[in-house]
């Protein structure tokens, strides 16, 4: 029999949370209806997480778009407006809970910024090397 408080079930099966169980089944539910829904205007739409909160009243969904054709308060908009009450819907027919969260969508900047540093390495070049030898490096031919 596992000691109280322990973390772990008879059987050894490890205990999580209720509210991170939530989380991630709303995960997979909005990660397939985006799957399904062709939206052409959210473009590469990534959903980086979702956090439901222990009451079960909330479900933040952190998204993730690459581009920038809209701004970031158009693209959440345009979720509140053509994709929260259906996404909704699909959680409560899915998970069946008796209080569906409500869903509330807000920006993952952390990609966006992963992105941006990754594009300043990519010009600063290699640690170590002079700028001749990278601006050189590029201009001669391999096969020479």
């Known amino acids: 029999m596992a000691k109280k408080g322990s973390g772990r079930r008879p059987g050894g099966q490890k205990h999580f949370p209720r509210a991170a169980r939530i989380s991630s089944l709303v995960r997979e539910i909005v990660g397939d209806y985006f799957e399904r829904v062709d939206d052409e205007e959210l473009g590469l739409l990534t959903i980086t997480g979702v956090e439901v909160d222990n009451d079960m009243n909330k479900a933040d969904v952190y998204v993730s778009l690459l581009g920038d054709e809209l701004p ?14 259906p996404l909704q819907r699909e959680i409560n027919h899915q998970t069946r809970l008796r209080k569906t969260p409500e869903v509330v969508f807000s920006f993952d900047h952390g990609v966006r910024a992963g992105s941006r540093i990754d594009e300043i390495l990519r010009t600063i070049g290699p640690i170590g090397a002079d700028e001749d030898e990278v601006s050189s490096d590029d201009d001669t031919d391999p096969e020479a």
């Open 72 to 85: 970031d308060e158009d693209v959440l908009e345009l979720l509140e407006e053509r994709h929260r009450k």
